[in-house]
T-cell receptor
């Protein structure tokens, strides 16, 4: 079974631009979560989507948004990029049930904002 | 609110020595606890998890962790370190609110293995 895939793997943008990152979950997984990883703040939860609905959101500004498609693939968008948005963005998929279902992570997209 | 504290941002051990990475959690409900490992330029790989039942959990690559409710701890151990274990390790607690859930991570512990 293929793992979680994220595209692109690397991205360089300039301040003020917007960016869209893509995540394809493991086949059969209906939940997709996004995390931001930075040296200063560590791993922080952005949001979770399940069956095309956002069911949980972290403490990030509205410039960060996401969506999920009917095939469970997910995208996240960051508008009006700031230098501080430079980070590794990780996507994780799970079956989505309540309980201890583990999240499987993709390799991440490394975003650099210049 | 749930939280995780990892004691020691860097741990160095000799090859063949015991690995002990510490994790303490705070949770108002019975927690689901996880350990992940991250190698350079890669995502996170699940080492092991605790949900319910047996408090000693065995994972991949010879790692195990013990859930101690009285100490609110979930320390990760490996009897004998290998050079390939050098990586960053994250402890996480899963927060369930209704049907929504998220992982709250500790700040990570970088493990160095020396000859």
């Amino acid at each position: 079974k293929a793992g979680v895939t994220q595209t692109p793997r690397y991205l360089i943008k300039t301040r003020g631009q917007q960016v869209t990152l893509s995540c394809s979950p493991i086949s059969g997984h209906r939940s997709v979560s996004w995390y931001q990883q930075t040296p200063g703040q560590g791993l922080q939860f952005l949001f979770e989507y399940f069956s095309e609905t956002q069911r949980n959101k972290g403490n990030f500004p509205g410039r960060f948004s996401g969506r999920q498609f009917s095939n469970s693939r997910s995208e996240m968008n960051v508008s009006t990029l700031e230098l501080g948005d430079s980070a590794l963005y990780l996507c994780a998929s799970s079956l989505g049930g309540v309980g201890g279902n583990e999240q499987f992570f993709g390799p991440g997209t490394r975003l650099t904002v210049l | 609110a749930q939280s995780v504290t990892q004691l020691g941002s860097h741990v160095s051990v000799s090859e063949g020595a015991l690995v002990l990475l510490r994790c303490n959690y705070s949770s108002s409900v019975p927690p689901y606890l996880f350990w992940y490992v991250q190698y350079p330029n890669q995502g996170l790989q699940l080492l092991l998890k605790y949900t319910t039942g047996a408090t000693l959990v065995k994972g991949i690559n010879g790692f195990e962790a013990e859930f101690k409710k009285s100490e609110t701890s979930f320390h990760l151990t490996k009897p004998s370190a290998h050079m390939s274990d050098a990586a960053e390790y994250f402890c996480a607690v899963r927060t369930n609110t209704g049907t929504a859930s998220k992982l709250t991570f500790g700040t990570g512990t970088r493990l160095q293995v020396t000859l």
